[in-house]
């Protein structure tokens, strides 16, 4: 299973062959495009591996869009630091509950 690093690594060589754009700002309007694809898959209750393809897609312009920020910085490291915020951190959003995220 690749890691973000990993992963990183996989999609700048790509977007080197393909000669993809490297504006941040592109990076962001494709993520928040695909997002909205995932939620709409959701709402139309599409197959799970539909809205999750979607949901990749996301991650894959979010990930695209660190390296163009920064191809030097280490993915891993600022998820497990992140992680560990997150975890210490109180509830953020109140309504985030079991009992809502059922279909």
């Not at 939620?39 to 197959?47: E, I, L, S």
């Amino acid at each position: 299973m690749p890691t973000l690093e990993a992963c990183k690594e996989m999609i700048a060589q790509l977007s080197e062959a393909k000669k993809w754009s490297k504006d941040p700002n592109i990076k962001f309007l494709y993520a928040f495009v695909e997002l909205g694809e995932a939620v709409d898959a959701w709402k139309k209750r599409k197959p799970p591996s539909k809205v999750i393809e979607e949901i990749i897609d996301t991650i894959y312009y979010l990930i695209h869009c660190a390296w163009c920020i920064n191809p030097q910085i280490n993915l891993d490291q600022l998820f497990i630091r992140k992680h560990r915020i997150n975890y210490k951190r109180s509830r953020k959003y109140p309504n985030d509950t079991t009992e809502r995220n059922n279909r």
